[in-house]
């Protein structure tokens, strides 16, 4: 029913930025929970930040003051700024979308992010 579709990744040095976007289908995105999930190599998948409809958010506490979450609904796109990275920040990163009920979930494919001199 609902389609995820993310870019953006690639490799980055220390220190350097990249800016993640997610597509979304469906005619209610302006009412869906939207979030940003990572994970590393040999780790649990765990969340990076999300977004609700008021446009309230929360941040890991490890990405605080680096990330910043946002979206546009008239393009039906959540974005995930991502600045002062570090080589911990490496992995891939997945697009959710919480349905307004909130019992469905929805994830894209992913993207790699990497970080490395």
């Known amino acids: 029913q609902v389609q995820l579709v993310e870019s953006g990744g690639g490799l980055v040095q220390p220190g350097g930025s990249l800016r993640l976007s997610c597509v979304a289908s469906?005619?209610?995105?302006?009412?869906?929970?939207m979030g940003w999930y990572r994970q590393a190599p040999g780790k649990q998948r765990t969340l990076v930040a999300l977004?609700?409809?008021?446009?309230?958010?929360d941040y890991a506490a490890s990405v605080k003051g680096r990330f910043t979450i946002s979206r546009h609904n008239a393009k039906k796109t959540v974005y995930l700024q991502m600045n002062s990275l570090k080589p911990e920040d490496t992995a891939v990163y997945s697009c959710?979308?919480?349905?307004?009920?909130?019992?469905?979930?929805?994830w894209g494919q992913g993207t790699q992010v990497t970080v490395s001199s």
């Open positions: 469906g005619s209610t995105f302006a009412n869906a929970v």
């Open positions: 977004i609700t409809s008021s446009l309230s958010t």
């Open positions: 959710n979308y919480r349905s307004p009920g909130g019992t469905l979930d929805y």
